[in-house]
């Protein structure tokens, strides 16, 4: 498993060299999102489709 630092430093290297310091800050945040999504599914916090559904349904009226 890579550490923090490592995923880091390789997103950092797969951007072109020309990438400001905002496209390294977007692309780091953007991996921070998705690791901390894949947590809350590891973890069981999740809302079925139909649920989902359901909220949507009664925000809508």
Known sequence: MKTVKQ???E???NLPDEA???DIM???YFIQKI???L???E???VHSHEEV???LARWLK
Do not use: Q, V, Y
């Open 20 to 22: 400001s310091l905002d």
């Open 35 to 37: 690791e901390a999504g």
């Open 53 to 55: 559904k359901k909220r």
């Open 7 to 9: 995923t880091a430093i």
């Open 43 to 45: 973890e069981g916090r």
């Open 11 to 13: 997103a950092i290297n």
């Open 26 to 28: 977007e692309r780091l």
């Open 39 to 41: 947590k809350d599914i």
